[in-house]
T-cell receptor, first 114, second 116 residues
Framework: AQSVTQPDIHITVSEGASLELRCNYS??????LFWYVQSPGQGLQLLLK??????LVQGIKGFEAEFKRSQSSFNLRKPSVHWSDAAEYFC????????????FGAGTTVTVRA | DADVTQTPRNRITKTGKRIMLECSQT?????MYWYRQDPGLGLRLIYY???????NKGEISDGYSVSRQAQAKFSLSLESAIPNQTALYFC???????????????FGPGTRLTVL
């Protein structure tokens, strides 16, 4: 069965500093990987996705993520954080063998300090 | 207008009451999903439907039922609500996956349910 681990429950970062959120998945074949963001009181918005091809993917709001098969990871990065990036971030994995249903990590809450 | 809408957005109810959460979408997608979100647990799949005649249980379906009234509508019911069903509920939709690509899911704004 597929599963997703987000090791960091909460991260605090200063505005303008870089941010990296970790995501590890468990699945035998190549998974479909997603990062979603949930701002307070809002639904989930897709930041970026990886299906195949270039392992470094660009998303919205200046985010990027890198798929590393050898490490079973799909970490999310942003070079310079803005106060509006304070939110909860979810990594998700889907697979053809599981009818493409998504399994979500527990989420990482990001706090941005001035 | 939002592509995926949920009603109500907030609901407080009492133990033992029947409650229905509704989801509508204008994206034309065949696939629809219901999740619940609890702090520290992420999103967990309750039920999913790949078309009007296809409904499947997710990982935590006990205590819930669903109805797919049309391609655009997917309702979640709690027949007899209990306090541990207090959570944030999300509806999502996706298109049928194509070869070589997965399927992105599009989420509604959520319904915050409190069971007293």
């Amino acid at each position: 069965a597929q599963s997703v681990t987000q090791p960091d429950i909460h991260i605090t970062v200063s505005e303008g500093a870089s941010l990296e959120l970790r995501c590890n998945y468990s699945y035998g074949a190549t998974p479909y990987l997603f990062w979603y963001v949930q701002s307070p009181g809002q639904g989930l918005q897709l930041l970026l996705k990886y299906f195949s091809g270039d392992t470094l993917v660009q998303g919205i709001k200046g985010f990027e993520a890198e798929f590393k098969r050898s490490q079973s990871s799909f970490n999310l990065r942003k070079p310079s954080v803005h106060w509006s990036d304070a939110a909860e971030y979810f990594c998700a994995v889907g697979a053809r063998s599981n009818d493409y249903k998504l399994s979500f990590g527990a989420g990482t809450t990001v706090t941005v300090r001035a | 207008d939002a592509d995926v809408t949920q009603t109500p957005r907030n609901r407080i109810t009492k133990t033992g009451k029947r409650i229905m959460l509704e989801c509508s979408q204008t994206k034309g997608h065949d696939r629809m999903y219901w999740y619940r979100q609890d702090p520290g647990l992420g999103l967990r799949l309750i039920y999913y439907s790949f078309d009007v005649k296809d409904i499947n249980k997710g990982e935590i379906s006990d205590g819930y039922s669903v109805s797919r009234q049309a391609q655009a509508k997917f309702s979640l019911s709690l027949e007899s609500a209990i306090p541990n069903q207090t959570a944030l509920y999300f509806c999502a939709t996706s298109d049928v996956p194509t070869a070589g690509a997965g399927n992105e899911q599009f989420f509604g704004p959520g319904t915050r349910l409190t069971v007293l």
